[in-house]
């Protein structure tokens, strides 16, 4: 059975940081890319980092230089370090495994809620 379990979500002030996690199992963890979305109440869900398998990484420009994606094939897990947070960050973060070929397989977690505020 695929899951993604996240952790690390929570209230946080502006400027301050939070570090997200992912746990894997279910799947062959190393042959998927990884990334983090979020979706914030009204909003369309956004992605705000991916990792290849080779652990390449691509983050727009809204969190570039604030956000650390990062991987750990040999523990199943995915991680994001988030600093220097803003107000704007806040929202529901969510992790996600993707395998492009002949047939997209493509899996999700239940999400984790970041928050930050004064």
């Known amino acids: 059975q695929v899951q993604l379990v996240e952790s690390g979500g929570g209230l946080v002030q502006p400027g301050g940081s939070l570090r997200l996690s992912c746990a894997a199992s279910g799947f062959t963890f190393s042959a998927y890319a990884m990334n983090w979305y979020r979706q914030a109440p009204g909003q369309e869900r956004e992605r705000v980092a991916h990792?290849?398998?080779?652990?390449?990484?691509f983050y727009p420009n809204s969190v570039k230089g604030r956000f650390t994606i990062s991987r750990d094939n040999a523990k199943n897990t995915v991680s994001l370090q988030m600093d220097s947070l803003k107000p704007d960050d806040t929202a529901k973060y969510y992790c996600n495994a993707q395998r492009l070929g002949e047939q997209i397989f493509e899996y999700w977690g239940h999400g984790t809620q970041v928050t930050v505020s004064s």
């Open positions: 990792i290849t398998t080779t652990g390449g990484t």
